[in-house]
């Protein structure tokens, strides 16, 4: 009896103590995903030999109140700036035509959409509208409390006001971080 509560216990610890993720899809199908409930689209921009991008997904992506927020106001895509996935994007179809599976863990070449989107560095997190339209990228590596910021300014559309730096200012001064 005392082994079979044991296992109990353990079984219903280990239930509990499943971190919650974000469910992420591709971009293809967050695209499609909006066609039928609109939500914004926040886009993790990585390479597999970029060390800020694998300390944003460990560390940021895994933080309890962002993955919860993201979850319910985002459709959250993973998109490796060198993979080998065809995005099909407004009417566009990119690709990555010099890609090397002999490099798919090591520096490759840029994805079209990657160029696309005209990143400076990796990590970025890419914003899209409801629409799947570009809102904007954020490039570097952002602790949860950064990215809070933008990702309620984004999905409460607070971004449409802040016309000037100076409303910017205000709004980024008044924020209160819950992250």
């Known amino acids: 009896?005392?082994?079979?509560?044991?296992?109990?216990?353990?079984?219903?610890?280990s239930l509990n103590s499943k971190a919650q993720e974000i469910n992420w899809v591709s971009l293809n199908e967050a695209l499609e995903l909006q066609k039928k409930t609109p939500?914004?689209?926040m886009i993790d921009v990585y390479t597999k030999w970029c060390g800020p991008c694998k300390l944003l997904d460990k560390k940021t992506f895994h933080?309890?109140?962002l993955v919860d927020y993201v979850?319910?106001?985002y459709y959250a895509v993973k998109f490796n700036?060198?993979?080998?996935e065809t995005i099909n994007y407004l009417g566009q179809s990119f690709t990555n035509p010099d890609y090397q599976e002999s490099?798919?863990?090591?520096?490759?070449?840029?994805?079209?959409?990657?160029?696309?989107?005209?990143?400076?560095?990796?990590?970025?997190i890419a914003f899209l509208n409801e629409e799947g339209g570009f809102i904007m990228p954020l490039s570097g590596y952002q602790t949860a409390q950064q990215l809070e910021l933008y990702l309620k300014m984004f999905a409460t559309n607070e971004?449409?006001?802040?016309?000037?730096?100076?409303k910017f200012d205000e709004y980024y001064n008044n924020f209160k971080a819950e992250f």
């Not at 044991?6 to 610890?13: C, K």
């Not at 971004?159 to 100076?166: D, P, R, V």
Request: proline share 2%.
């Open 63 to 65: 933080n309890e109140k």
């Open 159 to 166: 971004h449409k006001k802040l016309t000037s730096k100076e």
């Open 39 to 41: 939500k914004k689209i």
């Open 81 to 84: 700036a060198e993979g080998n």
């Open 1 to 13: 009896m005392k082994k079979f509560i044991l296992l109990i216990t353990i079984a219903l610890f």
């Open 103 to 124: 490099n798919a863990n090591r520096r490759n070449s840029s994805h079209q959409f990657a160029s696309f989107m005209r990143l400076r560095g990796y990590p970025t």
């Open 71 to 73: 979850n319910k106001n």
